[in-house]
């Protein structure tokens, strides 16, 4: 079976088309500039060159139909006809309280997407339209939706209800929610596997750290809490987003300030973070780097972004009341050795040690932790392809 996995945004669709006997990638890439000006596609087929073709998009349609084209194409291609793609995979940010699972997608599945949207309005939207245009462009092609908000709605109500009048939550749907449950649940249950211990059984806190950060409680399997919230706002310090504030910085900012919610929500959103902090960069590589120059606010960034996080893994090693491993994984937790150096040097008190050469190697899943320490600390690299394209063969094999 070949899954396509598709990862729609506003203006960009990123996919890769796995063949499922081996979980193989036989093609990826990503469509940029949908509906602007200046649409390109990247394409990287298995054992060839890859391709960019500069050509118009106007509409996620149109960019699925060149993808196609590309997939099926002579020269740059790794299928022989659409017919060999037997589903397509969706990723979807938000499914509120309607998904615990991944689902195969039917015009009710829809219908309550449409009711998330106001929830991930800059997400779910394209999420929708990526749906739409592959049953224009591929009919009959059974679809599947892997929702990032799924995994956490195991989290209990202590953990997910914000302290504001309840019924906030009964009407709105206020509560905390979280997100990257795709990374989280793939990290987690790769460290169970490489600790060779049941999943029931462990106790493990994954800290998925990219330009968007969050960390995740997984008990037994199951997420009963992580620091994302009713948006991907909360908690940790990330790139250009805030994390946590408090809430009364808002309103006496938005009064100084004359802002509208339009522009606090970009200030929270887009100009905080290390990026705020430092004036510097919200890509972590160049705050590191400014602060190896001595930069003080670029210091001060990555300093008050590790706390943060060495914070929270202690909050939730209380909350799971023990911890058997912690996890570091995207962008940053795979690639930053001293990211994850000054972080563990917070967990002494946990019986944390690092082994200094391992901490300093990159790019496979692996152990970081030396062999005395009380908890065991892996590097994985996250796969959220993969898990939908295996969500999506497990519910078509049904
Ligand atoms: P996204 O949330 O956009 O998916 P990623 O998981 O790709 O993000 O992570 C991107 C972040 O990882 C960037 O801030 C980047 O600077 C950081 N990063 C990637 N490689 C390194 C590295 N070698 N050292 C430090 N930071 C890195």
Known sequence: MNVLVLNCGSSSLKYQLINMNDESVMAKGLCERIGIEGSRLKHQPQGKEDVIFEEYMEDHSAAIKMVLDALVSPECGVIKSMKEINAIGHRVVHG????????IITQEVKDALVKCSELAPLHNPANIIGIEACEKTMPGIPQVG???????????????????????????GIRRYGFHGTSHRFVSEEAAKMMDRPL?????????????????????????????????????VMGTRSGDVDASVVTFLMEKENLTPKQMDEILNKKSGV??????????????????????????????????????????????????AIVFTAGLGENSGTTRRVICDYLGYLGVHIDSYNNSLRGKAMEISAPDSRIRVFVIPTNEE?????????????
Do not use: W
């Open 96 to 103: 509120g309280e309607y998904f615990s699972g991944s689902v």
């Open 146 to 172: 892997v929702f990032d908000t799924a995994f956490h709605q195991t989290m209990p109500e202590r953990a997910y209800l914000y302290a504001i009048p309840y019924e906030y939550y009964e009407k709105y």
């Open 200 to 236: 029931d059984q462990s106790k493990i806190i994954t800290c998925h750290l990219g330009n968007g950060g969050s960390i995740c409680a997984v008990r037994y399997g199951k997420s009963i809490d992580t620091t994302m919230g009713f948006t991907p706002l909360e908690g940790l």
């Open 275 to 324: 990026l705020g902090i430092s004036g510097v960069s919200s890509d972590f590589r160049d705050i590191e780097s400014a602060s190896e120059h001595g930069n003080p606010r670029a210091e001060a960034a990555l300093d008050i972004f590790a706390y943060k996080v060495a914070k929270n893994i202690g909050s939730y090693a209380a909350a799971m009341n023990g911890v058997d």
């Open 386 to 398: 993969l898990v939908i394209a295996r969500d999506t063969k497990e519910l078509l094999d049904k």
